[in-house]
Every structure is written in C-alpha cells, then in structure tokens.
C-alpha cells in the first residue's frame, strides 16, 4: 500500500501559480492510478485532476482544464498539480489519493484506496 502525503499549499492572489506536491511512500508506487480531489467548506469533495499509472493518460474537471497540470515521477514516489490562472474558487483544502483496482485515469471518488490529510489552497480576490 502507499500513503501520501501532500504539500504546496499556501495563499496566493488571483491569477497566481502553485505547486502541489505528493510524495508517496511504499515501493510500488507505480502500480498505482493518481488523482487530485479537494474540498471546499460546506462542499462535498470534487474530483480535479487524475492520472493512470504509467503512459500518464491524465484527465481533468471542467472546471481546470487549460489551468492546471497533473504529472508523475514515478521514479520519486511523487504525482504534482501544477495550478496557474487560479481563481479564488479554486480555494479548498486539496487531497492526493491513490487508485489501486484500474489503470486510470478515474474521477470517481469511490476507486480511490488512500488518501492524505490534504493540503490547503486559499486564492485572495
């Protein structure tokens, strides 16, 4: 199994960039589908961005699509979200999972096995 564990997150004004990172620990990190989820207050979690396991098929809500950027280094155990053009909608608390059962890239929430504690990501107006 893997556990990750996320990292970037901070305050950013409109129209800024940052940087998730993931690392995540176990040796088999890439037989494993990832995916970006996040959760704003009073909001269920929304799917963000998701990426298979090797070829890197990558996949995206509407809602970022041309903004941000999934990518993996499997060689480093770490999956990135590359968020520029952000909005203060895209403030939320962002998780990292990992997708043990398909190849990827999946939005649903359900095919997720583990999970970080987040991170958080407040874009000021």
């Known amino acids: 199994q893997v556990q990750p564990v996320e990292s970037g997150g901070g305050l950013v004004q409109a129209g800024g960039s940052l940087r998730l990172s993931c690392a995540a620990s176990g040796h088999t990190f890439s037989g494993y589908a990832m995916g970006w989820f996040r959760q704003a207050p009073g909001k269920e979690r929304e799917f963000v961005a998701a990426?298979?396991?090797?070829?890197?098929?990558?996949k995206y809500a509407d809602s970022v699509k041309g903004r941000f950027t999934i990518s993996r280094d499997n060689a480093k155990n770490t999956v990135f979200l590359q968020m520029n053009s952000l909005k203060p909608e895209d403030t939320a608390l962002y998780y990292c999972?990992?997708?043990?059962?398909?190849?990827?890239?999946?939005?649903?929430?359900?095919?997720?096995?583990?999970w970080g504690q987040g991170t958080q990501v407040t874009v000021s107006s």
């Open positions: 990426i298979s396991r090797r070829i890197y098929l990558t």
């Open positions: 999972a990992a997708d043990s059962s398909s190849y990827g890239p999946s939005s649903k929430i359900e095919e997720y096995d583990y």
